[in-house]
Every structure is written in C-alpha cells, then in structure tokens.
C-alpha cells in the first residue's frame, strides 16, 4: 500500500519554477526514468558491505582509514550475503536500484542504476550534537566530505549529475542517542538540520541538483520500545524530527529553484506495515526472531523458537527491519519516483 500522505517538497517547488520562467535556475523536471546513478549517504538502514569496506560497517574505507583513490572505488564491489547489511539480506537502496541484490560480489559500474553507497553503520549526523558510537565511525558530515574529497573526483567522470539521484537516510542513530537530553527537543532537531544542510550545500555546490530525503521510521514501535510505558524516543520525538526536516527540505527547495529535493513518508508507510501487517506477508510486528543472525536461520528458524520463517518478521533485532521490509519499503518509493517523474 502506498503511504498515505507522501510529504513531497516539490509540489511548492513546481510552483516557484512557474513563478520564474526565465530564470537561469529554473526548476527541472524530476525523471526517475532517466536516473542512472544513486549516491546513498546514512547509517546501517543504508549502509552495504563492499570489498574495500570495513566489516559490519561500510562500502569503502572508515575514519581511520579515510582516504582512497580512484582505482580502490571503481574496483570495489558491493558484497550480498547474510552479513553485508544490517537486515540480513538486500537493504532499499539495493532494491531501488537492482544493483547488489544477487548473493555475491556486484560492480556498480555492472548495474543499469549505478549503487555508490558512502552510508557507515551507526552514523550520526555531526560530533558536534552526538558523539560517535566508534573511533571509525564516519558522521554524515564526514561522509559528505570524504565523498567531496575523494568520492567526487574518482567518479566525475563516470556519473552524470543530471542523471544522478543522491539518498540521504539519517536521524535514527541522532535520535536515539539524544533521546534523554535535557533540551528543548524541536530547537535541538532543527540545530541537527542546519547541520545536516550544510552538507547538503556542499553537495549543491558540486552540481548535483536531485536528492531524495527518507524521514525516520517509527522507531517508538520496536520491540523494545512497545513493551515500555514511556518509549525512548517516544512519538513525540519522532514526529518533531520529521517536521525539523520538511521543514528545512521546504526551505532548501525555496533557496535553490534548480533543484528537486523529494521527501519521501517512510514513517507512515511502515506505520501502515506495522498496522495492517497480513497485507504485507508479515506475521510479527512486536518482537524479532532470537536466531535472526545464525547462519541457518532461513530454513532453520523453528530450531530458533521462531514459528514462521524470518522474512515474515517486520523486525529484523531490536532496531532494524527485515529485508523483506526493506523491499516492501523499496517498492512504495519506487511508485511515487515514478508519480513524481514529469
């Protein structure tokens, strides 16, 4: 089912393009069609595994290891197997774009979409709000700038931005970790996406003008958080974070009229998952099976204490959705790009 609000900037967008016909920053139209590369940036919602990633963690390279030159990107490979993302199969944006869903090892260079995945596993958006979760975590700040580094140079030849779409998918780690500070929580929010835009200007600044932004999940329905009276971050937070970011998604949009910046409601449409579950093929929504990461979990799963197989889970553990989510999830946005597109 279709989310039932689709949060979409560029219906005020369209209009300010109206508005300036002979401007040299008129809007273009959005075309899913005609998409040939994605740039993903996040945390493990989005993050894959690449050959030249660290483990568990990332597709190339880590704060440690930041720098990398144009050969180790155009030689790595996305790496599908149950361990190369955080959903125990293919994630979104590997069904978005079809590229890295088959087990093995995939070249973006051999996907008809092109997957370019800088996303790094436990991300927060910025050190200045919320302390890294490792010493090799690479913030989203950082995986702008590294990408602006060493990304952009190794790949300018290669990926067109009139024919490149960038995802950006963060928040959930920022909102966990900041769930029981003492501020005023819509003030906090907006501070992480001034943050967040900043690099997202950077980003303009190199000529790419499409970007689709994916509000947070319903993170005060995992399993945990269903059993607690007063859930961290509770609805509440949630729905302030999502505002911060249409927000200023609105604002982007009304400062750069060349620009197509998309927000896409992944809140409600896993809210819908979570509420009307049978529609989906999805048999628990309150808890996640023991065994999700034992290697025979997928035809073993009773051996577990599971009575239905792993992908009728709609949570993968305590924080991250199966990949059957992720699919289900990928499938809904691929019906408004395309709805989007003209």
């Not at 808890?287 to 599971?306: K, L, M, R, T, V």
Request: aromatic residues 14%.
């Amino acid at each position: 089912m279709l989310t039932r609000r689709l949060l979409l900037s560029i219906a005020a967008s369209a209009y300010l393009a109206a508005a300036l016909p002979n401007s040299s920053k008129e809007r273009q139209s959005f075309d899913w069609g005609s998409i040939q590369y994605l740039i993903a940036f996040g945390d493990s919602y989005t993050y894959v595994q690449g050959t030249e990633g660290l483990q568990n963690f990332s597709f190339i390279g880590d704060q440690l290891h930041y720098d990398y030159d144009a050969h180790t990107l155009l030689t790595n490979k996305i790496v599908q197997n149950q361990t190369a993302t955080a959903e125990g199969g293919p994630n979104w944006v590997e069904f978005l774009t079809r590229c890295g869903v088959e087990e093995g090892l995939t070249s973006p260079l051999n996907c008809s979409k092109q997957l370019w995945d800088f996303a790094f596993a436990g991300a927060d958006i910025s050190v200045a709000h919320t302390p890294l979760h490792h010493n090799y975590t690479i913030s989203f700040v950082n995986q702008v700038a590294q990408y602006k580094q060493y990304g952009y140079p190794a790949l300018k030849h290669i990926v067109e931005p009139s024919k490149t779409l960038f995802t950006i998918w963060i928040g959930i780690n920022d909102i966990n970790d900041s769930a029981q500070y003492a501020v005023h929580f819509p003030t906090f929010y907006n501070e992480l996406m001034r943050t967040l835009f900043s690099s997202i200007q950077d980003l303009y600044s190199l000529g790419y003008r499409s970007y689709l932004f994916m509000n947070l999940p319903p993170l005060d329905r995992t399993p945990s958080n269903q059993k607690k009276a007063n859930p961290s971050p509770n609805a509440t937070q949630v729905a302030w974070f999502n505002a911060a970011l249409e927000h200023h998604i609105d604002s982007f949009n009304r400062q750069h009229p060349d620009t197509n910046a998309l927000l896409f409601d992944a809140h409600s449409t896993l809210n819908d998952m979570i509420d009307h579950p049978a529609g989906y093929g999805i048999a628990n929504t309150t808890s996640f099976c023991p065994g999700y990461d034992q290697p025979d979990i997928e035809w073993n799963h009773h051996a577990y204490g599971c009575p239905t197989p792993l992908d009728t889970y709609f949570w993968f553990n305590s924080g991250h959705l199966t990949s059957h989510v992720h699919k289900v999830l990928a499938e809904a946005l691929e019906r408004s790009l395309k709805q989007w597109t003209g």
